[in-house]
């Protein structure tokens, strides 16, 4: 009961004279032998140097980190006044964008825990990737409450933490329980990460041939030996760790909707928003790990292991999440008509056809139109042009929070209360190097970390599944080795 | 850990090298069936049946479950101490207690002591981190993360004879037998 492995052993107690009629899928290609893998995986990062177009990348990605690095520090000496917040677009950039990367971060968890669960086992190939993706991309979210509050160096006040002031924060809050979400979240998926890549850096460890690789990969390994007895509890822990992750990533981008739903604005006082963004979520996410694995799996030879059947599948996640976020969109519209409140009815038209109808109908385009295009299979096997539609898609994400938040803040109750936003260049500057942070953590973690779960492919190998035929202890009448009883 | 040592072995045990699970599955059933029961395998990748053949027990789960059950009372006794207590604020006229509100911290806090339980509790338990192991010291030993299982009788158990040890792990198809110094 564990790593990506199947009901039939889990079930072998009882069911063991069923035999092995199923045939287990053929979930990796090339050779499929043990040591084949780990070589294959441990590769990438014992290679002495990586490919010239990782040295490109991360020379582009590390620039814009640095620059922001310099918009940050330029924001807080100066004020969010750098920023193109003002009166009565409060919320700009900032929201827009940590919304932006908090869901770009769901599909790791969701590939890591929920698939998991449903004993999806080509997940295994691309779930280590994913859940990088996923811290990474909450490092570059959380970034957004932190420097967004003004004075940063009473970041402080968001926690409920003992202070001169005898001052706590409010429970009622959705803006609390953002921070306990988001917290949350991002302490369970470095837990999650860390806690599969154990094995996998003993692996690294015991393959080293410098002294400084092995004691570093083996400081972080925790000296692992793979014994039964830890692979046992490892394993549970990891089942336990799924099933805890799954309700928290819905949980995570309800409470991020409630930050918007539980306030009185036209446009964000719906009961729809938790499943919309939480589908939002994923879509964006898959688009995203799409959009990063498909050039790295060509730059690293990976293409055994992350094969064109994990793309294809990922792919008709993207297509079925694609599909409800435009039937979200439709029955929004179809409730600020049928709900008869004019605030709402007016707000749903200035989407469409006010001053941001552009951004509107680009969100419409990308999100809604571009990913029905994976109807075709050919374009949903072919790499570049997935890449394509998925890229498409994060932009459409990314206007489809731009649209929530800025349409229904730019056009209040009162006339008299309406204007238009527009960003700095400061604004655009941070965003793209966010970008830039992400990028660099994940070119670092594909050359230095092992980017394929190696312990967990294995288990999917057809090598690994001789023993379905054993059983337990107490079922021994079945034992494949008949010499062995009469010991 | 001394006192077996000191009658038993000058070992710490004896490692059995396989190349093929179904050989340390055999080894691991005839290892019971012989009444040895300090012993332990090494795998590259989780076996499922291995641990129960072995005879283990997994508290992972109990410890999570009370993980989960402090992080529950904390959560919500954080929210109660501060709203209703400490730092009463009307807000919008809602009551000091409002649960309702406190279920999504209580939530988190839940999940985040359950997840810590789960992860702590499982190095915890297995006795990690360990820097050195008498395992270690079998230079083959390097390909269990690989492609190899381990299998080791260890010499303080009580049906351990360095001669007899040996003779049994040698008839079982494995690739190697070696001696583990401690």
């Given at each position: 009961m564990g790593s990506a492995h199947g009901p039939i052993s889990v079930g072998s107690a009882g069911t063991q004279s069923r035999g092995e009629v199923w045939t287990r899928p053929v979930?990796?290609?090339?050779?499929?032998?043990l040591g084949a893998v780990t070589r294959r995986v441990c590769d990438v990062v014992e290679a002495p140097k990586p490919p010239r177009a990782w040295y490109i990348a991360i020379t582009i990605s590390a620039s814009l980190t640095l620059m922001l690095f310099g918009m940050v520090v330029y924001l807080i000496a100066t004020g969010v006044g750098v920023w193109g917040n003002t009166n009565p677009v409060f919320w700009g950039w900032d929201i827009v964008n940590f919304v932006f990367w908090v869901g770009i971060a769901h599909a790791g968890t969701l590939i890591s825990a929920i698939l998991f669960l449903l004993r999806q086992k080509w997940r295994t190939s691309v779930n280590r990737a994913a859940e990088a993706m996923t811290l990474f991309a909450v490092c570059c979210a959380g970034m957004y409450p932190a420097i967004h509050v003004g004075r940063i160096w009473v970041a402080y006040w968001l926690f409920p933490l003992p202070n001169q002031m005898q001052m706590w924060p409010n429970f009622r809050s959705p803006l609390l329980w953002d921070v306990f979400a988001v917290s949350t979240y991002a302490t369970v998926s470095l837990l999650f990460w860390y806690m599969g890549l154990v094995p996998d850096l003993a692996t690294l460890r015991d393959r080293a041939v410098t002294p400084l690789r092995r004691r570093l990969y083996g400081f972080f390994a925790l000296g692992w030996r793979g014994s039964a007895r830890h692979w046992q509890r490892f394993e549970r822990a990891y089942l336990i760790l799924a099933a805890l992750a799954t309700p928290l990533v819905l949980s995570v981008h309800s409470v991020v909707s409630f930050d918007f739903a539980v306030s009185q604005v036209p446009g964000w006082h719906t009961t729809i928003f938790p499943p919309y963004f939480v589908a939002g979520a994923i879509f964006s996410g898959f688009a995203m790990v799409v959009t990063i694995m498909v050039p790295a799996r060509e730059l690293f030879g990976l293409r055994d292991l992350v094969t064109m059947k994990h793309l294809e599948n990922m792919n008709k996640v993207i297509l079925a999440t694609g599909s409800m976020v435009g039937l979200a969109y439709a029955t929004e519209f179809f409730i600020a008509w049928y709900g008869g409140n004019a605030f709402e009815r007016f707000t749903f038209l200035n989407r469409a056809l006010g001053p941001y109808a552009w951004a509107y109908w680009i969100m419409i385009f990308c999100n809604v139109v571009a990913p029905q295009f994976f109807w075709s299979k050919s374009i949903r096997t072919n790499p570049w042009l997935m890449v394509g539609v998925c890229i498409l898609v994060n932009v459409g994400m990314w206007f489809e929070r731009f649209v929530i938040v800025v349409t229904s803040l730019s056009r209040d109750y009162l006339p008299s209360a309406w204007g238009y936003f527009k960003p700095t260049p400061i604004d655009i500057c941070t965003f793209i190097g966010t970008l830039g942070l992400f990028f660099t953590l994940f070119l670092l973690f594909c050359r230095y970390?092992?980017?394929?779960a190696i312990a967990e492919v294995k288990t999917v190998l057809p090598d690994a599944h001789a023993h379905d035929e054993h059983g337990h202890a107490g079922g021994a009448a079945h034992g494949r080795s008949p010499e062995v009883q009469h010991v | 850990m001394s006192s077996p040592q000191a009658n038993a072995a000058p070992i710490y045990g004896y490692l059995a090298e396989f190349d093929d699970k179904d050989a340390l599955f055999a080894c691991a059933k005839a290892a019971r069936a012989r009444g040895l029961t300090e012993i332990e395998a090494y795998t590259p990748t989780p076996l499922h049946g291995l641990p129960e053949i072995l005879g283990y027990k997994n508290y992972v789960p109990h410890m999570v479950f009370m993980g989960g059950l402090i992080g529950v009372l904390t959560g919500f006794g954080l929210c109660y101490w501060v709203s209703v207590l400490e730092y009463p604020l009307n807000i919008g006229g809602k009551p000091f207690n409002s649960w309702q509100a406190f279920v999504v911290p209580t939530f988190e806090t839940m999940i985040l002591f359950a997840s810590l339980t789960a992860v702590f509790g499982m190095i915890i338990l297995n006795g990690?981190?360990?820097?050195?192991?008498?395992?270690?010291?079998?230079?083959?030993?390097?390909?269990c993360s690989s492609d190899r299982f381990f299998f080791i009788v260890l010499s303080r158990d009580p049906k351990f004879d360095l001669n007899e040890t040996r003779r049994f792990l040698a008839e079982q198809k494995a690739l190697s037998v070696d001696e583990v110094p401690h």
């Open positions: 979930l990796v290609d090339g050779d499929q032998s970390l092992p980017m394929v | 990690l981190p360990q820097p050195y192991h008498p395992v270690f010291n079998v230079e083959k030993f390097a390909r």
